[in-house]
């Protein structure tokens, strides 16, 4: 396991870009890629032709909003050594497996902090990122530098082309796993975070988001360079936006738009959790109203003060869900910069991450 999370620099065409990406990170990738077969092998009996035939169903419809990740995936597969359809893969391993299967999801607590809410007036987005413990081992933070879409700076596991972070032009975005019905061949949700660092403002990053064949639901929450701060929920089919309340958003795992109580499919000890994550999250964030900062937010996002509902997750906290926080991030993206600790962040310390930084040797 990492004590810190490596970084990397990427730049030139976005074949180029994932050629390097490939190469750099071949060995994580290749973890990555086992780690996504034997899941699925396992958990949903899939044959590997059977998933990687399903991975390029989804190819025609991400072409046909953003070709430029097909150029990356096919640049990915190149420098990784692996088919190009292990190389999508990695881009919808949820998509695969939830065309005949439902699988519910607990995954993250986020926040948004609008410049009001803050002591020194610098908005924040971030989040406790959740996922089976393996994902610490294997994940990287990049920069791309692209010459023709705004650059990025992104928590990613290897092999993903989108996940979490922020772009050169003021705009973070954290993520949310929601389980409805519906889930379809579309564009994938994790492509949806990268979607919205093409712009520079929440509600063209919203529309633009809106405006997809989704193949999956996906909770966005957003804060542009303006300091508007935006949480986008959705089915394939549906959509809510919520606005920050005195400055603050909070979210988890499930739905809060009335419009969407009824698309909820979470349940159990699942979507209780989930409640009591955000609603702990909610009233942290709201005590500090006003004092709100990166050092602030690091107390929040390590609080253990109940580990059956506590934002900050340790593996075995409740043996019915195997999600683990295997990354926390405070992104202060009108500074270009974020923290990241290596999960659980109380037992790891925080790093920062910045444009034009020097790459890890």
């Known amino acids: 396991m990492p004590h810190v999370f490596p970084f990397y620099r990427f730049a030139g065409t976005h074949r180029e870009i994932g050629q390097q990406y490939g190469e750099a990170c071949r060995d994580l990738i290749l973890q990555h890629r086992d780690k996504a077969l034997d899941r699925l092998y396992r958990k949903n009996n899939l044959s590997y032709e059977e998933i990687t035939e399903r991975t390029l169903w989804y190819r025609p419809w991400v072409e046909g ?5 097909c150029e990356e995936i096919a640049g990915l597969a190149e420098g990784a050594g692996i088919t190009e359809a292990e190389a999508w893969l990695l881009q919808l391993r949820a998509e695969v497996a939830i065309v005949e299967h439902d699988e519910a999801g607990d995954e993250c607590t986020s926040f948004a902090i609008e410049p009001s809410a803050t002591s020194d007036g610098v908005g924040m987005v971030g989040q406790n990122a959740d996922l089976p413990p393996f994902y610490r081992d294997i994940a990287v933070v990049a920069e791309m530098q692209f010459d023709d879409i705004p650059n990025i700076l992104m928590l990613l596991p290897a092999g993903q082309l989108s996940y979490l972070g922020i772009n050169d032009a003021g705009m973070g975005v954290s993520a949310n796993f929601l389980t ?3 889930w379809r061949v579309g564009v994938p949700r994790y492509f949806y975070s990268r979607l919205v660092l093409t712009q520079e403002s929440v509600d063209a990053a ?16 957003m804060i542009d360079g303006s300091g508007t701060a935006l949480d986008l929920e959705n089915t394939t089919t ?3 936006r919520i606005y920050a309340e005195n400055g603050i958003i909070a979210h988890a795992n499930n739905y809060q738009a009335p419009a969407l109580q009824h698309a909820e499919r979470s349940k159990g000890i699942g979507l209780t959790n989930s409640r009591a994550r955000v609603a702990s999250m909610r009233s942290m ?5 006003g004092s709100l900062n990166a050092e602030v937010m690091k107390d929040v996002l390590t609080d253990r003060t109940d ?13 019915e869900l195997d999600s683990m926080t295997f990354a926390s991030m405070i992104m202060q993206p009108s500074l270009g910069k974020m923290d990241i600790a290596v999960g659980p962040p109380d037992e790891h310390p925080y790093r920062e991450y910045a444009f034009g930084m020097a790459a890890d040797a």
């Not at 964030?285 to 109203?289: E, F, G, S």
């Open 65 to 69: 909003i953003a070709p430029f990740f």
């Open 307 to 319: 580990p059956r509902a506590c934002v900050n997750r340790h593996e075995g906290d409740i043996p």
């Open 180 to 182: 409805c019905d519906g």
């Open 238 to 240: 549906e959509h809510a």
């Open 285 to 289: 964030l709201d005590a500090r109203h």
């Open 206 to 221: 919203a529309s633009l988001i809106e405006g997809l064949q989704r193949a999956s639901s996906r909770n966005l929450i």
